[in-house]
């Protein structure tokens, strides 16, 4: 009986003094407390780090017509959806872009003055209609300043004609409705004496011979 209590008053000796000493070396170790602010930085970090790079298009032009027309012709907007389409892509290729990749210009003489018009268009898929329309401009040009006398939302092609009304020559434009290679709609611009307005319209329709023929309609808004 002597011998049982000995060895159980041991074995819970034992017992006793490893409680104590694991006790000791959980309280010994020091405790890491990381605040609320530090985590939210350190997640801040994670995110900023995962997010892909901005990337911008470099735009650069020689035409000081365009130049000077920037705010006429809307070239920060169309830069804005030019870039956006572009950024669809996976190769995003196209980092540098010159305004000759976003307008067409020709300069002609419409009042035969001596002295040339700015003809604008826009020349590039991504600023383009479904159907191919593009806005249209055409700029009298003194020698500080340009004076807008025409404009058109959505012209699929135009064509400086001869005749001439109170002194500038007349502007057809064909508009396209239904995304083919040929004209839907032709209006014939002509000047009233301080900017063009629109004065003729026709519209082209098959006929039941599978063939089409321009006929004369009323004058209505573009189709964009």
């Not at 980092?95 to 300069?107: A, F, G």
């Not at 400086?160 to 083919?180: A, C, E, P, R």
Request: proline content about 3%; some cysteine.
């Amino acid at each position: 009986m002597c011998k049982f209590n000995f060895r159980f008053l041991v074995a819970l000796l034992t017992f006793g003094i490893g409680v104590l000493v694991a006790y000791y070396f959980y309280w010994s170790q020091p405790i890491k407390e990381v605040s609320q602010e530090n985590q939210v930085s350190h997640i801040e970090q994670n995110k900023v780090k995962t997010e892909p790079p901005i990337r911008k298009l470099k735009y650069t032009c020689n035409d000081a017509d365009i130049i000077n027309l920037r705010t006429q012709l809307r070239i920060d907007e169309f830069l804005n959806r030019y870039e956006q389409e572009e950024l669809k892509s996976e190769s995003y290729a196209n980092s540098e872009i010159n305004c000759s990749d976003l307008y067409e210009v020709k300069r002609i003489d419409l009042n035969e003055d001596g002295n040339l018009e700015v003809i604008v268009r826009t020349n590039n898929p991504e600023l383009s209609s479904v159907r191919g329309n593009s806005p249209l401009w055409i700029f009298q040009k003194s020698e500080r300043t340009y004076q807008e006398i025409l404009f058109n939302e959505a012209s699929f092609d135009y064509e400086v004609q001869n005749k001439l009304t109170k002194g500038f020559k007349d502007i057809k434009i064909d508009q396209n409705s239904s995304g083919g290679n040929h004209p839907s709609y032709i209006d014939v611009y002509k000047f009233n004496g301080k900017k063009y307005q629109v004065k003729e319209c026709f519209a082209e329709e098959w006929t039941d011979k599978n063939k089409t023929r321009i006929i004369r309609q009323k004058c209505e808004s573009p189709v964009s």
